[in-house]
């Protein structure tokens, strides 16, 4: 797994190995000026799916979009960007809802919603444990979206298949433009106002402007429909029908991934809470196991934001009785010890949990899903130094992709599909709506950005979708974010809810996969405007 800043490690990446297979569809040389990226580029396919019983048949389409500095064809071409899109047939594309789908990173290529989620196949990956080497399997999928959405899955700038152009022959000039290009591109603004430019354009090449329009985004994909979301309504004049989050973080002071290096900020502490509880009740490592799993978490939300929020708002005037008390109680909802929680002061970070949780069986528990586990890379260590779930799955989703995008999709001869972009610096500065000047240089908040897209379309909803087992993003911390959106009470209304018993990428627990796609599908159809 690939290192990342602290606010930018949100979801489990790998470096690709180089593409291999041939096909018929001639890409340009990578060590070459760009002049070739700066066209279009598609192959078509076609193909069937039985969602839930039923079969879809689709039109696939695997290509580029060029994306231009000012937005206008006449200006120099910035962003080759792939996409994969899958058009269900004989239907009239005018009514027919058209959902925009990107995991996170930032920059990372969006394989893990389309092989593990929505897409019309599915790799197989075994549910807590890790996934056995090659040959994987590719199935059916039977809770593909598409009986209820025709998708489209995007690579970030740089990522997946997407390239950032450089036309510039002379390499010092090549250099100086690459560098533009990044900057403009690789940071939270940058990064939305690409996303919309890519759908604008998607929109007229497929004469889809007058189609229902959903976003859906995972992780850091979260961040980004917020700061979309207000773009392309407000920018772009582009109501949307759907906002449809999952593993959501809005508000990086909320996160669990080193609080301790925002010191005075406690509430990441409190909001993950609930998410230890869960993973010491999946592991059996609680010292009174509850019977059912929702109600204890309901007690441990009551908790987290009661008692134990106002211990740690005392900071060093909690008296030492009461700081006792309050690690005997963690120490009922977590199974760590209390002496450790005492140590701790009371804070234990998301890398501690993960490294403490099941110390003593000499095992790291897992970050993106902490129902996974796998051998401590080192016991002594403070923090877990590596993800168990994404070291057992990453694999699977890699080949299994390299492979289907070649032999079905007719798409990527000559290229890399590159996991994640090869970005030196994500400029998580954020110019929230109604700030004049520059930038805010707090931590990355897009709060504001949700919710004036909310107020100006009023009829705009947002569904939130989590897992109880995710320690990257917080199930508790997104349901604190979307209680605290600047908006109306009347608003609050359009926003709903579901959690599952699975980890950040639900949708690796099949059982949750089928329940996430049956509220997704349902959403779609109650937002749609079809009659």
């Not at 977590?334 to 099941?358: C, I, N, S, W």
């Not at 110019?431 to 950005?449: C, F, I, R, Y």
């Not at 109880?468 to 809810?497: C, G, R, V, W």
Request: aromatic share 10%; hydrophobic share 40%.
């Amino acid at each position: 797994m690939r290192k990342l800043p602290l606010v930018a490690a949100l979801t489990a990446l790998l470096i690709v190995p180089a593409a291999f297979a041939a096909d018929k569809d001639k890409a340009p040389d990578e060590t070459k000026p760009d002049a070739a990226l700066a066209k279009p580029r598609s192959a078509e396919s076609t193909g069937s799916v039985t969602v839930e019983g039923k079969r879809v048949d689709y039109k696939a389409v695997a290509g580029t979009l060029v994306l231009h500095e000012h937005g206008d064809q006449s200006d120099d071409p910035t962003v080759s960007m792939f996409y994969a899109a899958y058009f269900k047939q004989g239907v009239d594309p005018s009514r027919r809802p058209i959902t925009f789908i990107y995991n996170g990173g930032p920059g990372s290529a969006t394989v893990w919603l389309h092989m593990g989620a929505f897409g019309p196949r599915r790799v197989v990956t075994s549910d807590d444990s890790h996934t056995p080497a090659a040959p994987y399997g590719l199935v059916n999928n039977d809770y593909s979206l598409l009986d209820a959405s025709d998708l489209v899955f995007i690579d970030a700038p740089g990522a997946g298949f997407s390239r950032l152009i450089a036309d510039e022959k002379d390499k010092s000039k090549r250099d100086e433009q690459m560098d533009k290009r990044k900057k403009a591109v690789y940071g939270v603004d940058g990064d939305g106002k690409a996303f919309a430019q890519f759908i604008t354009e998607f929109l007229s090449k497929y004469g889809r402007w007058n189609s229902p329009k959903y976003l859906f985004g995972e992780s850091y994909g979260t961040t980004r429909s917020a700061v979309l979301a207000n773009d392309l309504e407000n920018e772009d004049s582009v109501d949307l029908n759907g906002v449809i989050l999952l593993s959501q973080i809005l508000s990086f002071d909320t996160s669990i991934d080193g609080p301790e290096f925002n010191p005075g900020v406690d509430l990441p502490y409190a909001l993950a809470l609930p998410t230890f509880a869960a993973t010491a009740y999946y592991h059996h490592k609680l010292p009174q196991p509850p019977a059912q799993l929702e109600p204890f978490l309901r007690e441990v939300e009551q908790y987290a934001l009661g008692d134990y929020a106002s211990a740690l708002m005392q900071g060093a005037h909690l008296d030492e009785a009461r700081k006792r008390a309050v690690a005997e109680k963690l120490h009922q909802y977590t199974g760590l010890p209390v002496d450790y929680l005492v140590k701790a002061d009371l804070r234990v970070t998301g890398g501690m949990f993960e490294h403490e949780l099941q110390f003593d069986g000499g095992f790291t528990t897992g970050r993106l899903d902490s129902r996974f586990s796998g051998p401590a890379l080192d016991p002594l260590a403070k923090d877990s130094e590596y993800d168990p779930q994404s070291s057992a799955i990453s694999s699977a989703y890699v080949s299994a992709f390299n492979d289907y995008v070649r032999r079905q999709l007719k798409f990527g001869d000559g290229m890399q599909y590159r996991l994640f972009a090869d970005i030196d610096h994500w400029d998580f500065a954020h110019k929230a709506p109604g700030v004049h000047g520059e930038a805010l240089q707090q931590s990355t908040n897009v709060m504001p950005d949700l919710a004036i897209a909310m107020k100006t379309n009023p009829d705009l909803k947002v569904f939130l979708n989590g897992g109880y087992y995710d320690l990257a993003t917080p199930y508790f911390a997104a349901e604190y974010e979307m209680s605290h959106l600047p908006i109306p009470a009347s608003l609050q209304k359009n926003i709903s809810y579901a959690w599952y018993p699975s980890g950040h990428m639900v949708y690796a627990h099949e059982q949750s996969l089928k329940e996430l796609h049956d509220n997704v599908a349902k959403f779609i159809e109650q937002t749609d405007n079809v009659k």
